[in-house]
Each structure stands twice: as structure tokens, then as C-alpha cells.
């Protein structure tokens, strides 16, 4: 299976800093088949992106993603205060489909 | 509102059984594909088992399947999942999760996810 590694496990930033979280695959993913979800402590996972670089419905655009093969990254232009969270990639592109294990977003 | 309840959860002996469910509302449920995803403690998300709309295709992750069904009642809008002879490793939040693409198309990617039931298997 395509396993997803997700970099750093924690970023500590400030309100209105920017945001980078890395998302490396080991084996190259086909296609654009890579999504980010967001992920609140009691709440239900929300869909950011998919196909690596479009926004799901509603989502502001501050978040960005970006990269193809085995590299993937979600930017978070300037983080606002409702954006600390934990951020997950996926990858769809060969079965079974995987997550990364996330990386959380902190105030500093 | 369009939304997605797990129920069933609980604490159940190694080797029990136990059933969730997963209660849709504010879409119309027969026209999505559906999963369950899992999240051990501690670690990342894991797509458990998949159906179609009509329950004419049906996947299972390697870990779980020959112990896991899914199924579904369109008639009720509801979702399941039948897990046997459950193991410590099966110890997660368990996430109803709707597919983007309305059926008969599948994007195996997720855009409404239930808030998530917990399962503990323990003695």
C-alpha cells in the first residue's frame, strides 16, 4: 500500500503566520488524487482539497495545495484563530486508499 | 441539515461482535456511495470498508475483511457495519464517511463524515 508520511507532526504558528504542511507519498500517486481533511477534536473530519490542488465547497481561499509524484503540500496562507486543528492527507490514486497519521496545527 | 450520526458504539469483550449504524439526513441518500473509516487511538485514519449506492459493490480493508459486513437500508437512510470476532487492533473512533460523487460515479475521496462513534475492545 501506498504509505503517507506527514511532516512536521506539529506546527506551532501564530495567528496570521503562514502555514506549511508537507505530505510525502512512498510510492508516486496517479493523477491529482490526493485530498486534505481538517479535524477538530469531537467534530467530524472536513474535506479541504482534493484532486491536489481544488478547494471542496465553502472553503476559503487561504487554503492552497499543491505538488505531483510522491510530494504533496497544503499551505494555509494566514492561519485565522478557527484554523488550529489536525490536517490529514489522503491519497485515492491505488487501493487501498490511505491517510496520512496527520499533522497538528498549534497556537504558539 | 445534512448530516451523518453514528450509533452502536460501546465496549465490547475480545472476540464479541458488535453493530454500528449510521443515520443520514438532508440528502438524498440512495444516490451516494458510502465508507467507514477508523481512527485508532493515537494514530491516523484508516478507510475501512466501502458500498455503493445500490449494494452492488462492496469492499473491505485486508484488516477487517471476512470480519466486518457493510450494508445499507435506503428505505431508512441508514448505513452499517456488522463487526465479528473483534480484537484489541479494532479499538478506534469508527467515521461514517459519504463519497463526493453521486452514483453511479465513485471519487474515493470524502465530503461528509459523521462526528464518529467509539468502539473499545477489552476485557
Known amino acids: 500500500e501506498n504509505v503517507l508520511t506527514q511532516s512536521p507532526g506539529t506546527l506551532s504558528l501564530s495567528p496570521g503566520e503562514r502555514a506549511t504542511l508537507s505530505c510525502r507519498a512512498s510510492?508516486?500517486?496517479?493523477?491529482?488524487?490526493v485530498a486534505w481533511y481538517q479535524h477538530k477534536p469531537g467534530q467530524a473530519p472536513r474535506l479541504l482539497i482534493y484532486g491536489v490542488s481544488s478547494r471542496a465547497t465553502g472553503i476559503p481561499e487561504r487554503f492552497s495545495g499543491s505538488g505531483s509524484g510522491t510530494d504533496f503540500t497544503l499551505t494555509i496562507s494566514r492561519l485565522e484563530p478557527e484554523d488550529f486543528a489536525v490536517y490529514y492527507c489522503?491519497?485515492?490514486?491505488?487501493?487501498?486508499?490511505?491517510f496520512g497519521r496527520g499533522t497538528k496545527v498549534e497556537i504558539k | 441539515e445534512v448530516q451523518l450520526v453514528e450509533s452502536g458504539g460501546g465496549l465490547v469483550q475480545p472476540g464479541g461482535s458488535l453493530r454500528l449504524s449510521c443515520a443520514a439526513s438532508g440528502f438524498t441518500f440512495s444516490t451516494y456511495n458510502m465508507n467507514w473509516v477508523r481512527q485508532a487511538p493515537g494514530k491516523g485514519l484508516e478507510w475501512v470498508s466501502y458500498?455503493?449506492?445500490?449494494?452492488?459493490?462492496?469492499y473491505y480493508a485486508d484488516s477487517v475483511k471476512g470480519r466486518f459486513t457493510i450494508s445499507r437500508d435506503n428505505d431508512k437512510n441508514s448505513l452499517y457495519l456488522q463487526m465479528n470476532s473483534l480484537g484489541a487492533e479494532d479499538t478506534a473512533v469508527y467515521y461514517c464517511a459519504r463519497d463526493m460523487a453521486v452514483a453511479p460515479y465513485t471519487y474515493w475521496y470524502f465530503d461528509l463524515w459523521g462526528r464518529g462513534i467509539l468502539v473499545t475492545v477489552s476485557s
Open positions: 489522503q491519497q485515492y490514486g491505488s487501493s487501498p486508499l490511505t
Open positions: 510510492q508516486s500517486v496517479s493523477s491529482t488524487y
Open positions: 458500498i455503493s449506492d445500490s449494494s452492488s459493490s462492496i
